[in-house]
């Protein structure tokens, strides 16, 4: 077998062994909780966060805010929400950014980061742990892992 083919199969098999890793819970992509008119389905927020489309319904500018790179709830969200690795979706935003077309989300340390970016900027949508979610962002979306 080739290096090529092993990367095929080892690649989605690393990627589904760290999402099955990660500790179970629920993780909830977010707003601002003064954005109470602002709804996005699962498919809105998938095309939000692999650069598809670059405003929200209301025709605002959409700014996705990703976790840090090799951070469990990345992966976990990407997996989950694009059927992509955090790697898949990163190789998708710089085609993206080197044709033009987008800049790649901001990354954040942690989700209390996210959180107070999400608060503080205009348009941000972020994913948390739901565990952090408090009153100052609203969930659109929760999904268990």
């Given amino acids: 077998m080739t290096l090529q083919k092993y990367r095929s199969i080892l690649l989605p098999l ?4 760290l999402v099955a ?27 939000i966060f692999l650069g598809r489309i ?21 992966e976990v969200f990407y997996t989950t929400l694009t059927n992509l690795s955090a790697a898949q979706a990163k190789a998708q935003w710089a085609k993206l950014f080197f044709t033009g077309r987008a800049v790649p989300p901001v990354e954040y340390a942690s989700s209390e980061e996210v959180k107070r970016a999400v608060v503080s900027t205009p348009g941000a949508i972020g994913y948390i742990e739901k565990s952090a979610l408090d009153p100052t962002v609203r969930a659109l979306l929760i999904e268990t892992y």
């Fill in 14 to 17: 690393a990627a589904a062994l």
């Fill in 54 to 74: 670059s405003r929200l319904p209301n025709g605002d500018a959409a700014l996705p805010l990703d976790q840090r790179q090799n951070s469990p709830l990345r």
């Fill in 21 to 47: 890793t990660a500790h179970a819970g629920d993780m909830a992509v977010i707003v601002n909780a003064h954005d109470t008119a602002l709804t996005l389905d699962r498919n809105q927020i998938r095309n």
